[in-house]
């Protein structure tokens, strides 16, 4: 089977009416499998700071008490459902958790590089076009929230803090898992372009989707409710710091085909990581991550949260990196100064700089 490629873009979708394997759009008819696997991509949660960000405009006042100096050592998310789908087609699984007694669905993201993290199977795929993945996050009912479970490390003006269960983060440790509240209880990555499956294909197609740690995680020493969303539960903002997390977001390749990441620091307030082929290098897709440096204005000049799907070669060595609130139109794949286009404040000054 030749390669092809998959784009992943995060969209909300409701993880409702989930059909069974064997049902819907699956089928005894068709000689193809497909087999999902979570991987995570090489590198490490925490990185440091790498300069000061130029003078421009916050999208909020800078934060104080707030650090991405955080070493996660576990990342525990509930994964109850992969779905295949296509337009005008029924919903069919290729991995299905079910909650109950003595099970929790949880998977460990940070678990080792490049293997596949969670236990399915081939299931056989009847002919058809897809175009989407879904991945369910809830048990079957009709809540809308889930926990990301973290046990992390977060250092502040020298003072090392561990998550503690119930209570944020403590100067006691060691670390123990930290409940992280996340509203949604689905994620849709489109597959560009669609997966066709023929009558007549005979083949195995293992999809598997990737995701990165790196700079997943933030903590704030005061009420974290104006620096981001999922965070720790507030109990006393006088007393015990935060930890917040980036919502996990994951691209996709088949048949041995890895992401090749390259990060950068914008104005040493967000992390982008461009992800790109490793046998083409034609562009996937982009996350975009919060950071903060303590006694730094946060200065990011966009809201540096979701993804870029837009990166297009300008012939000059330079690449327009857009998304519909903000573009980059001569971003370079170096460390480089340049000027992006937002959607909130205009022309902003930027800083990128490639990280190792």
């Keep these: 089977m030749s390669e092809r490629r998959i784009s992943f873009r995060l969209v909300t979708v409701v993880a409702a009416g989930l059909v069974l394997p064997g049902c819907g759009i699956f089928g005894p008819d068709s000689n193809t499998g497909v087999r999902v696997e979570l991987v995570r991509l090489p590198g490490e949660s925490a990185t440091a700071p790498v300069g000061s960000a130029p003078s421009a405009a916050a999208l909020s006042p800078p934060p104080a008490g707030v650090t991405s100096d ?126 066709i499956v023929d009558a007549d294909t005979e083949a195995t197609v293992v999809l598997r989707l990737y995701f990165d740690i790196r700079d997943i995680a933030y903590a704030a020493s005061e009420s974290p409710t104006n620096i981001g969303f999922t965070c720790s539960p507030v109990t006393d903002p006088n007393v015990t710091p935060y930890l917040c997390s980036a919502y996990p977001t994951v691209v996709a390749a088949y048949d041995g085909l890895v992401p090749v990441v390259e990060r950068y620091r914008i104005n040493n307030s967000a992390t982008i990581g461009l992800n790109f082929q490793a046998s083409t290098g034609a562009f996937i897709e982009a996350y975009v991550r919060r950071y903060f440096t303590p006694g730094e204005a946060w200065n990011p000049g966009f809201t540096p949260d979701a993804f870029f799907s837009t990166f297009i070669d300008n012939g000059d060595g330079t690449y327009r990196l857009e998304r519909d609130d903000v573009t980059f139109p001569n971003f370079r794949r170096e460390t480089h100064s340049g000027t992006m286009d937002t959607a909130d404040l205009g022309l902003v000054p930027y800083t990128a700089v490639l990280l190792p």
């Design 70 to 195: 955080v070493t996660v050592s576990s990342l525990r998310i509930p994964i109850t459902s992969v779905e295949l789908r296509g337009p005008g087609e029924g919903g069919g699984e290729l991995y299905s958790c079910i909650t109950g007694p003595g099970e929790d669905c949880l998977v460990e993201l940070n678990g080792p590089e490049l293997e596949n993290l969670i236990a399915t199977s081939e299931v056989t795929v009847s002919p058809g076009t897809y175009d989407q993945v879904a991945v369910g996050y809830c048990a079957r009912s009709a809540q809308e929230e889930w926990d990301a479970l973290v046990t992390a490390e977060a250092r502040f003006d020298g003072t090392t803090y561990y998550s503690r269960t119930g209570l944020g983060l403590d100067d006691t440790g060691p670390a123990e898992p930290l409940a992280l509240p996340i509203h949604g209880c689905g994620s849709g990555f489109p597959i560009e372009p669609p997966l």
